[in-house]
């Protein structure tokens, strides 16, 4: 039955509950071959092209586990403030579907690679920890397709490209309370694995996917409601409207008298409503056991030390050495750290410069409104981090005014050339020289002697007026803090 | 050249001496081995091209003046179960009938490399599930030493290729006997080694934590050298094991005399009374060489089989939910729905063992079973193991029948799986430890029907296993 016979409960309907929420999150990992096989993970390669008898599931082929997922699993582990399973064991999850070549997944059911761990979110009302159950390994399925032939009717197409793709699932605790900490718990995954490189998430390309777990009660109810499991919410927007949609629903539900059943539902992203895939009657078993194929995976004290040596920083670690180290403030380091291209654009911005606050500025002003009027990623800048570098020092050094700057930037997001190449190219030189400085500053004064008499009978704002004179006759190039040096000791 | 009684020895002899060349013996190996088969029905199907191709490069070789490959020339049959680039493969299951693999198991491609010449797949039991060969969906196989009976199973077709003459040695498969039982009853060496000896890639899994793959031969020696040619790691094998290969033939001839051998007194009751007689002049042979005899226990035993048929139904459900009519051959075309389709497509498809054994083994791994069933029967499974470890503190090689009674009649059991089950007690609790253990001819009945003698030995002991066997075959054990 359609959810939306029901009427939408009132304000202060809904504020006699609570939701509790817990989400599923799967992770591609960002390795250059399958999990279990040496097939290329690539995106986009023509239908069945990336396959072997290793993830077609012939008959009598066998799985290898992947070294390089392994590292990038315990990454994640260390990323969610894991324990890293000394032995965890591999797993078969059994059901039936066309592009599950096996018959089953090869999963960690019980000893998951990583569990008991934790992240912080940050809420308009400070900092909440979620729980992480656990982060376990497992394979990707392929993809069935069942439109876009011209025989969609009769039939469905299976690509096993994707089928043997590393994956982690991260399972977190039912520790949110609203679709805004859902939010900014993805939000918070998604950054903690890009930056330690764990994967791209690249959500149009299913690189995560989320399932949420939703339930609700009244408030201060001793336990949590029945819980339904909303699957294919598959971008940030659509995780808060199927959360919220869903919170309404069963609060429409328990408020006419019924109940809430426990089952899976389906985001529809066309609709924004969700609907019953399947009761917890159809409920598969799975039937896990572990996998005989694949001996325990055992990691050592040694291995994880030195995944842990090579781990990236973590962007909450880096937002707080961008405040320590840059001098920058909350608001600044949060905005150059939402990505990892961000922050590690800025950082080698600040190498090549002198002044991390300016070098920030820019970065999040100009750079940022240019990338937006051009709709390209930081990492598409045609400036490179190193020549934004330069300019900021250029500025600082006093060769550049700030006028001068903000016409030549543009010329350098264009072009892709250094702030020194064009303004050879274009005789755009600061005047810095003393000599060449004070002719033109003798001729303004020359021309402006009501000024002077004004500054001299003691209102020294007047400076101002005289230092934008210079300024204009020299046409932008004089160097302003020159300028007003000498201008105060002609003056004297 | 007698190609029924050869011997690797004997065909490396005959290519050297240019008795023969490699295309000579492949020639009538073939001719010999198709004009038989319908006799017993053991080999599915023949490769020629494939066989001859093989026996040029042996030649070449030999007109290139260079070492023979350990089993160059060598006419060789294959269990259906092990997969062949471009040969059909079909594991004796109408659901793989025109399956044609796009790739080699492990396993051929080394005894390829070793200059070996597959002459054809032989027959076996449906997934090597059955103790008779009864369960092919391709006809039984008959015994060549009693054409009425069965040849045992589920590697009936590769023990009934050496004991016919057919092939000179063949690779079989073993998850609970499957290669010790048939060649108890056809009168031929059978080898299961250790597991993860030979890497399983390209063998069709039953039951993965125990399917072994291994070799038949009509003497020791060639025994050892095949299982050379195709033991040692894979690395498409996760659980294949690191550990060296010794040449086993080079050890072979050394004396056996001062070795203990223990006599695990759970397996001699119940035994029919010639196979008793049987073992027992084995074991007269054995102590004739100056091995010691004593009387040692492996208590759990008795819950061999529920612990074997547990594990091994959970794995098969599981192994066999990818022949589900959407890929390989067979799909049921009258079918609307999705499920409909799975269900038709492996009802019409699946023999009855194979259905028996999915339907028990779904039933065991479904939730609120899984303790009592799945999970005890591996804690089981251990002990057992330890049992073994136990045992070898104090003997070198455990002694025991391979089977409580010889090849019996075709038809004779179909109906009862029980006691066809049962007929598995002791080659079973050999496959649950994973250590190697062989079955040797000890004599004919009366009937004149195969007795086959037990050989056990700790984990990776394949040596001092092949070291026994070769004694006893040499002092003319093998004629009881």
Redesign the interface.
Known sequence: MSSTLLETPSTEVMAKYEAVIGLEVHVQLATRTKIFCGCATGFGAAPNTNVC?VC??????????NRQAVELAIRAGLALNCAVRPKSIFS?K?Y?Y?DL????QISQYDKPVAEHGFVDIVLDSGVKRIGVTRAHMEDDAGKSMHDGHRDSDRYTY?DLNRSGTPLIEIVSEPDMRSSDEAYAYLTEIKQAMQFTEVSTCDMEKGHLRCDANVSVRLWGAPQFGTKVEVKNVNSFRFLKMAVDFEIQRQIGVIEAGGRVQQETRLFNSDTLETVSMRSKEMAH?Y???PE????PLEISDTWLNRVKSEMPELPTLRRKRFETEFGLNEYDSGVLTQTREIADYYERAVKASTDPKGAANWVMGDLAAMLKAEAKEIHESPLTPENLGELVTLIGKGDLSGKLAKDIFPKMFATGDSAQVIMDREGLRQISDTGALEKIIDEVLAANPKQVEQYKSGKTTVIGFLVGAVMKASRGQAAPGAVNDLLKAKLL | MDVRSLTIDQVQTGLRNKTFSAMELTTSALAFAQAENPKTNAYLLFCPERALAAAAKVDELISNGEMLPPLAGVPIGVKDV??TKGVR?T?GSKI?EK?I???N?TAVDRLEAAGGVILGKANCDEFAMGSSNENSAFGPVRNPVALDRVPGGSSGGSAAVVAQGTAVVSLGSDTGGSIRQPASFCGVVGVTPTYGRVS??????F???LDHIGPFSRNVADAATLLKVIAGRD?????SAFAPVPDYNATLAQSVKGMRLGLPKEYFAGLASETASKINKGIEVLESLGCTVEEVSLPHTEYAIATYYIICT??V??N?????G???TARSEKSDT?SDM?RNSRGENFGAEAKRRIMLG?YV???GY?DAY?LKAQRVRNLITQDFAKAFEKVDALITPVSPFPAFKIGEKVNDPVQMYLSDIYTITGSLAGIPCMSVPCGNTVEGLPVGMQLLTKHFGEETMFRLAYAFETAGGFAG
Do not use: H
């Open positions: 008898p077609l599931g012939l008959p009598g082929a066998l799985p290898v586990l078969r059994n039936f066309p070549p096996k018959g089953y299976v078993d039937r896990y056991f005989p194929d694949l001996v | 092990i997969v493969t594991c793989l399956y693999p796009p790739y198991a399983r890639y390209g063998l069709v899994a039951a993965s934590s690395s498409m094998d996760a659980t959970a794995e459900s599981s066999l939910a990818r022949f589900d959407v890929r390989y999705l799975y779904t791994l479904s939730q899984y799945y």
